[in-house]
């Protein structure tokens, strides 16, 4: 049976993505972030896709058993770190790498007494004032860490930049000022940058990048399209159109009868709609493409369908190919037309579409 509606994920475009970030930070290893089901695109392909990265950042301990239940042995880094000693134990069972952010964690290391010691990663708060170590806590923390015989040494110093996505932001170079003066002389290795502060911050490539959004081929800026800086789309979702329709002139369509012919025209129906991820307030006039064509939504997304008017197009029938993003549709354009960011557009394709990948 082939699904009518399917995210379509180019293994591909991850590579190449991948091979971006490496240009883009020759002299940086690479933490791949595929948190949240990996954007979307599905955490184990994925990362079989980005095997050639130097290890892989989760959001949360289940989301790195999976990977090692599906036989990847890379590093897997723990980004908000772990939360009481059964965490800690299956963290040293698996040998993830764990990020420290609080003074709880602290402790748990402080108290762990296994035979074998962590990777781990401070975070440091530059100004994001969301996790992290506060500057006058750092060097008491970093003296804790350093007597600690859990804790695998030297210590990787991590911070995150709040506002990477503005090139010309006196925050960002406020915050990495404050990463240099807070860490400076210490041992270890740093990391700073996510996919906006790899593509757009020399001084935030330090020993270790972390880039997310950029290996799904989505631009991190509002000013510069993803095929601007050298990307690919990873991710196609596309369905069938399964109904044509004629309406009159003035006549009206869909709930609340939203949008109103102003000539005679010719409605497509497709099978996609907000229990799929295609977002309920995207904007009458968004483009998706029929048959490779563009066409504009019209009247309100619903559960399960959207209408396009395909009146200036060639005859369409049932069964002819939708796209709502991807190749032709960026989904930074379809997210904007939401009033979101592609983030949550591609981590919110639901579990009933058919993951295609490729």
Same mark, same amino acid.
């Given at each position: ?6 995210? *379509? ?10 091979? #971006?970030?490496? =240009? !883009? ?11 949240? %089901? ?23 301990? =289940?989301?790195?058993? /999976? ?5 990847? #042995?890379?590093?897997? $880094? $723990?980004? +908000? ?28 290391? +402080? ?17 994001? %004032? ?30 995150? @930049? ?18 240099? #003066? ?11 940058? %996510? ?28 000013? /510069? ?15 069938? !159109?399964?109904?044509?329709? +004629? ?43 029929? %048959? ?25 029938? *049932? ?11 960026? !989904? =930074? ?10 983030? =949550? @557009?591609?981590?919110? *394709? ?6 295609? *990948?490729?």
């Amino acid at each position: 049976m082939t699904p009518v509606i399917r995210a *379509v994920i180019d293994t591909s475009a991850l590579r190449h993505n991948l091979a #971006r970030v490496r =240009e !883009v930070a020759p002299r940086s290893r690479v933490m791949a972030v595929i948190k949240a %089901n990996a954007y979307g695109h599905g955490s184990v392909p994925t990362a079989v896709a980005l095997a050639g990265a130097d290890g892989f950042a989760v959001a949360r301990l =289940e989301e790195g058993m /999976a990977l090692r239940a599906a036989g990847l #042995r890379q590093r897997i $880094l $723990l980004l +908000e770190g772990v939360f009481g000693p059964d965490q800690l134990r299956q963290a040293a069972h698996h040998d993830f790498d764990v990020m420290v952010h609080e003074p709880e964690q602290v402790l748990l290391l +402080e108290t762990w007494r296994g035979d074998k010691p962590f990777r781990t990663w401070v975070k440091i708060d530059t100004g994001m %004032n969301r996790l992290g170590f506060r500057p006058e806590q750092v060097a008491p923390v970093l003296a804790r860490l350093q007597a600690c015989e859990a804790v695998l040494k030297p210590l990787t110093l991590v911070t995150h @930049l709040a506002n990477a996505d503005d090139r010309d932001d006196a925050g960002t170079r406020a915050q990495l000022e404050a990463f240099e #003066r807070l860490t400076a002389g210490m041992p270890g290795e740093r990391s700073i940058a %996510n996919s906006a502060g790899t593509l757009g911050w020399d001084a935030a490539r330090a020993d270790w990048v972390r880039p997310g959004l950029m290996l799904y081929g989505v631009s991190p800026f509002a000013d /510069a399209t993803a095929a601007e800086l050298g990307l690919r789309p990873a991710m196609t979702l596309e369905t069938r !159109v399964i109904a044509v329709k +004629e309406v009159h002139a003035g006549e009206a369509v869909g709930y609340g009868g939203a949008w109103r012919a102003a000539r005679p025209s010719r409605l497509a129906i497709a099978a996609a709609g907000y229990g799929d991820g295609y977002p309920r307030n995207t904007r009458g006039g968004t483009a998706v493409l029929v %048959n490779g064509r563009r066409a504009p939504l019209v009247g309100r997304v619903s559960m399960d369908m959207i209408t396009i008017d395909v009146t200036d197009l060639p005859p369409v029938a *049932v069964g002819d190919a939708v796209t709502l993003w991807g190749e032709g549709v960026p !989904v =930074e354009e379809v997210a904007k037309a939401a009033g979101t960011i592609a983030y =949550e @557009l591609i981590c919110g *394709v639901s579990q009933r579409v058919h993951l295609d *990948v490729r």
